[in-house]
T-cell receptor, first 112, second 113 residues
């Protein structure tokens, strides 16, 4: 157990639908990062939150959004889902020193 | 243009056959180079962080080194349990990237007995 908890582990949904992925960071970590991993693209950075505020954006689609709550857990919302959104979605967290980045076990999203 | 490039994409070794994986990056002034191991369907597992040219870190059969433009992950006398995808990531001094890690596409290592 890395200390970063992601739910659900698996999600199967239809095209056009909306889903929410949840992440609880390691205790004490203020930064949360979301990544998408597909076979051909590798790990792609989507978005970072730090202590409730958006800090940086990577290759995140407009159909995707995220937020970090006062208890520091984060949610990634994916809407108008397409077949190409099928991937593993990982959450990672880091402390203020940013010396360590710990990943969760991921959510496997399948869009049918 | 890729900022982090790993080679080779795939590597097959016999047990005990040592080799090296390469990670090159195109931007100067990086703020940390990270190596991770990833098993199929699981999250990346942290191995090493390197910060300055000349730095080396070791863990069991793995040794990571860093120069100004690239890093090597040396695997000495590998065992089948070392089979995994090895990911390199860097933290760049770009404000728009925050403190996020930017990953290469990885090297998939297969070690047969």
């Amino acid at each position: 157990d890395s200390g970063v908890t992601q739910t659900p582990k698996h999600l199967i949904t239809a095209t056009g639908q909306r889903v929410t992925l949840r992440c609880s960071p390691r205790s004490g970590d203020l930064s949360v990062y979301w990544y998408q991993q597909s076979l051909d693209q590798g790990l792609q950075f989507l978005i970072q939150y730090y202590n409730g505020e958006e800090r940086a954006k990577g290759n995140i689609l407009e159909r995707f959004s995220a937020q970090q709550f006062p208890d520091l857990h984060s949610e990634l919302n994916l809407s108008s889902l397409e077949l190409g959104d099928s991937a593993l979605y990982f959450c990672a967290s880091s402390d203020t020193s940013n010396y360590g980045y710990t990943f969760g076990s991921g959510t496997r999203l399948t869009v049918v | 243009e890729d900022q982090v490039t790993q080679s080779p994409e795939a590597l097959r070794l016999q047990e005990g056959e040592s080799s090296s994986l390469n990670c090159s990056y195109t931007v100067s002034g990086l703020r940390g180079l990270f190596w991770y191991r990833q098993d199929p369907g699981k999250g990346p597992e942290f191995l090493f962080t390197l910060y300055s040219a000349g730095e080396e870190k070791e863990k069991e059969r793995l040794k990571a080194t860093l120069t100004k433009k690239e890093s090597f992950l040396h695997i000495t006398a590998p065992k089948p349990e070392d089979s995994a995808t090895y990911l390199c990531a860097v933290r760049f001094p770009f404000l728009q990237a925050g403190t996020a890690l930017i990953f290469g596409k990885g090297t998939t290592l297969s070690v047969s007995s």
